[in-house]
């Protein structure tokens, strides 16, 4: 199996290497896909990302999302230059807002001026990925961000009862990310659905 780097290396180049219309088309037709699924619209409490280094472009699903009323959330991971949680958390975003760059470089709201939520509260995130595979594994950025973020939901007490079964964690990537099968760590969280700006599936773990 190819070792998580190599893969993320050869996914990042690939997703960098869409041209602006294809990345229009991805997020256009990311939307459409997530206007199609119960669990989006059933969601109230949204988690998604500020596209960076080639992801999907969420703003169009963003914009659909408050029109339906529904409200949008953000990571935050800081800029680095304060001590604070060590966790990723969300932060409200509503259009228009103004957004500061993380050490990364990666927009997000400021936490002076918006409202934190619990992630558990959140009953959707959109995780952003590098590569997937359709048994529930993702591939990020490296950063572990997500993975310590929702730790929680491999506990063995995390029922379907559980306050701890949300959110729903669902992957988004363009297609072209997908992988067969990716290696996995004991740390790794798996996704529950993917969506691509072609297709919506549940992942086979959860079925
Ligand atoms: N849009 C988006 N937002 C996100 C994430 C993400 O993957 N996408 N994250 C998901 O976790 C968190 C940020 N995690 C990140 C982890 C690594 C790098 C990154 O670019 N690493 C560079 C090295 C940069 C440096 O050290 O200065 C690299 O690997 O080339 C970026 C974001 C929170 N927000
Ligand atoms: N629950 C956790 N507690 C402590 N460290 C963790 C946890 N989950 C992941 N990590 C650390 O995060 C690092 C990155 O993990 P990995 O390569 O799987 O990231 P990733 O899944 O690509 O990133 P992300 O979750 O941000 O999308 C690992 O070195 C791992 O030690």
């Given at each position: 199996m190819?070792?998580k ?6 996914m990042r180049?690939?997703?960098?290497a869409l041209?602006?219309e294809?990345?229009?088309q ?5 939307m459409s896909?997530?206007s199609t ?6 969601s109230?409490?949204i988690?998604f990302?500020?596209a960076s280094d ?13 029109r339906l009323g529904k409200?949008c959330?953000?990571p ?8 604070v949680s060590p ?5 409200e975003?509503?259009q228009?807002?103004p ?7 990666i ?7 918006s409202?934190?939520?619990?992630v558990w509260?959140?009953?959707?995130v959109?995780m952003?990925?590098v ?5 529930g594994g ?6 572990g961000?997500y993975?310590?973020a929702?730790?929680?939901r491999k506990?063995?007490t ?5 306050p ?5 964690l669902?992957?988004?990537a363009h297609?072209?990310q997908a992988?067969?099968r ?17 297709f919506?599936?549940l992942?086979?773990n959860?079925?």
């Amino acid at each position: 199996m190819k070792e998580k780097n190599e893969i993320r290396r050869q996914m990042r180049a690939a997703r960098r290497a869409l041209t602006p219309e294809q990345q229009d088309q991805a997020a256009f037709g990311v939307m459409s896909q997530l206007s199609t699924q119960s669990c989006f619209l059933f969601s109230q409490h949204i988690g998604f990302y500020w596209a960076s280094d080639g992801e999907v472009d969420l703003t169009y699903a963003m914009d659909f999302a408050q029109r339906l009323g529904k409200r949008c959330y953000l990571p935050v991971i800081g800029d680095g230059t304060k001590r604070v949680s060590p966790r990723m958390q969300f932060y409200e975003y509503r259009q228009g807002m103004p957004l500061r760059p993380n050490r990364f470089g990666i927009l997000e709201p400021d936490r002076r001026f918006s409202r934190r939520i619990p992630v558990w509260c959140l009953n959707m995130v959109l995780m952003p990925l590098v590569s997937f595979d359709h048994f529930g594994g993702r591939l990020g950025m490296g950063g572990g961000f997500y993975d310590r973020a929702f730790a929680y939901r491999k506990s063995k007490t995390n029922t379907y009862l559980s306050p701890f079964s949300t959110p729903a964690l669902i992957g988004v990537a363009h297609s072209c990310q997908a992988s067969t099968r990716l290696p996995s760590d004991d740390w790794d969280v798996a996704m529950e659905g993917i969506v691509t700006e072609s297709f919506a599936a549940l992942c086979n773990n959860v079925l």
